[in-house]
């Protein structure tokens, strides 16, 4: 297993265009996650997945934004009509178990720039 | 007032000094994390720990459960060890599946 692959690595956009991400993660790890993070903080949480069920949301994911996970394996993440203020790095993440209890694999990340 | 509070912020060290991270957290946790982040973006995972000390190679994690305080240190350091490392913590007071992160240290080994 080559661990959690992001793809594309590198997005540039216009404004009000649609972007997806793709993140496979460690093909026995039943939990993957979504986390967005901007140039000097740390990453800030978006969206969780165990097996194909979405069980947590943040509020920072707006309607125009949307994850699936359809087979529990692979996820996206779609952002529709993208504004500047979406530029940043998209991490994805896996475990075996919750991070409470097991530890995380992050893929490389998909930065994002929305002109 | 963040959940999670590192410091320092920015840490220059020369080639072969002991370093030290901190990182106080404000909510009941099940678990802390240790992670260190590239140029670039990759995340890796240092350690996980809900009580006492880790040890990995040159690098150690501890906890202090009740002071809600852990700290990371690196023993003779070396310039690839030059990244941003980040606390994150888990637990009850936050939902039992995610993270809640610092903002991270930005560390610099010049040789």
């Known amino acids: 297993d080559t661990g959690v692959s992001q793809n594309p690595r590198h997005k540039i956009t216009k404004r009000g265009q649609n972007v997806t991400f793709r993140c496979d993660p460690i093909s026995e790890h039943n939990r993957l996650y979504w986390y967005r993070q901007t140039l000097g903080q740390g990453p800030e949480f978006l969206t969780y997945?165990?097996?194909?069920?979405?069980?947590?949301k943040s509020r920072l994911l707006s309607d125009r934004f949307s994850a699936e996970r359809p087979k529990g394996s692979f996820s996206t993440l779609e952002i529709q009509r993208t504004e500047q203020g979406d530029s940043a790095m998209y991490l994805c993440a896996s475990s075996w178990l919750g991070p409470s209890t097991g530890e995380l694999f992050f893929g490389e990340g998909s930065r994002l720039t929305v002109l | 007032k963040n959940e999670v509070e590192q410091s320092p912020q920015n840490l220059t060290a020369q080639e072969g000094e002991f370093i030290t991270i901190n990182c106080s957290y404000s909510v009941g946790i099940s678990a802390l994390h240790w992670l260190q982040q590239h140029p670039g973006g990759g995340i890796v995972s240092l350690f996980m720990?809900?009580?006492g000390k880790k040890k990995h190679g040159r690098l150690i994690a501890t906890i202090n459960i009740q002071e809600k305080h852990s700290s990371l240190h690196i023993t003779a350091s070396h310039p690839r060890d030059s990244a941003v490392y980040i606390c994150?913590?888990?637990?009850?007071?936050?939902?039992?599946?995610?993270?809640?992160f610092g903002e991270g240290t930005q560390l610099t080994v010049n040789p």
């Open positions: 997945f165990q097996n194909e069920a979405q069980l947590e």
């Open positions: 994150a913590v888990g637990g009850r007071e936050t939902s039992g599946s995610r993270l809640t």
């Open positions: 720990l809900s009580s």
